[in-house]
């Protein structure tokens, strides 16, 4: 099959691909769109099955940076880089370096930020050998949050403030009175975790790691479920802050929840699982608005603004999204439909 007759193609401007046999590095970099600004996007590190389950990812990812970057008012494009490996086990400092090499050959039509299975440490290796990295930076932070450039407290913060107002959206009630599954507790989801904590949320926490697991349940009071029970839970929120595609057509007929508002990217499987979810009732905040926080905190970072500035661009989650929800029942057509309406009109699709 040609790369352009790929599901999720949808006229990217330009897929690399490269294989380094010396650090064994096996990356692709994905760019959908630059109508708005040079394109930005995390770099993934993930043992992915295959190369085609490596390339279906980055092209979903960069197409969401481009929606991302258009509902967050930024003035950038959409892009992102997988590399295919175990984190834990395969990154090395040398693969690092030729990935630096690999993202230098744009010439800066795409900048790296951290993702999945990377971290600030990582980028500031790639960051030897090309000058077209952000967030290893920074000059403004959130509240008792070190600057060292990594953008997961404001990705929190930002899911934190969306998950709050879309509880009031569609249930009416605070969240000392909401009970809230989250699946995925990594640098996002465990901060999310300790916000909801503090604003008297009921926990239940599943992850594939038990150690987070552990942790949650005794920072947070959390109770720990196993993924296979977690989507039938009955629960007011799911938030899913792990990888990708979670709802799908198995999930999405477990789901008692009455909102589903979380951090992970490409959360549905497909496009149309959004207006299934609408004819169950359940509030969908779009993945791409709701997580925007740490692209535009890295945002921030490159122009001169401040802590307060950064704090109120990231708080706007909360209009944007009720914007969207009213929109959505005021033409009938699912949340995910009309924040892709709004996104492509900004960015000229």
């Known amino acids: 099959m040609s790369i352009f007759e790929h599901s999720e193609f949808d006229n990217h401007e330009h897929v690399a691909f490269c294989r380094d046999k010396r650090s064994g590095l096996s990356a692709i970099i994905a760019i959908h769109n630059t109508g708005l600004g040079v394109s930005l996007g995390g770099c993934r590190m993930w043992p992915y099955k295959s190369s085609e389950d490596a390339l279906h990812d ?3 990812l960069s197409k969401g940076m481009t929606y991302k970057a ?14 295919i490996g175990d984190p834990s086990t395969e990154k090395t400092p040398e693969m690092m370096a030729a990935m630096g090499k690999f993202i230098d050959s744009l010439s800066g039509n795409y900048i790296s930020a951290e993702d999945s299975g990377m971290t600030v440490i990582d980028l500031k290796l790639i960051e030897k050998t090309t000058s077209y990295v952000a967030g290893t930076h920074a000059k403004y932070h959130l509240d008792n949050n070190s600057t060292d450039g990594n953008p997961a407290p404001s990705t929190a913060y930002g899911v934190f403030v969306g998950l709050k107002a879309s509880v009031d959206y569609a249930l009416g009630q605070e969240l000392k009175d909401t009970s809230i599954l989250i699946e995925g507790l990594g640098q996002v989801g465990m901060r999310l975790a300790a916000h909801l904590y503090k604003s008297g949320a009921k926990l239940y926490v599943t992850d594939i790691n ?24 009955n629960v007011d929120v799911y938030a899913p802050c ?11 007929n477990e789901l008692k929840v009455r909102v589903v ?46 802590k307060q500035k950064l704090k109120e661009h990231i708080e706007a989650i909360e209009q944007t999204l009720i914007e969207i929800y009213r ?17 492509e009109e900004r960015f000229g699709k």
Not at 210 to 233: G, R
Not at 242 to 252: M, P, Q, R, V
Not at 268 to 291: H, R, S, W
């Open 242 to 252: 792990a990888l990708g595609a979670t709802l799908n057509e198995n999930t999405i």
């Open 327 to 343: 929109r959505s029942k005021a033409e009938s057509k699912a949340t995910n439909l009309i924040a892709n309406k709004i996104a």
């Open 70 to 83: 258009a509902m967050a008012g930024l003035k950038q494009g959409g892009g992102k880089a997988v590399i």
């Open 58 to 60: 980055v092209l979903r």
């Open 261 to 306: 508002a979380g951090a992970a990217n490409n959360q549905l499987e497909k496009e149309e699982f959004g207006e299934i979810l609408m004819t169950k009732g359940i509030i969908y905040a779009p993945d791409y608005v709701i997580n925007a926080g740490g692209v535009i905190d890295i945002y921030h970072q490159s122009i001169v603004s401040s």
């Open 210 to 233: 038990q150690v987070n697991i552990e942790k949650a349940v005794q920072a947070y009071d959390a109770v720990a479920v196993t993924i296979e029970e977690a989507h039938s839970l």
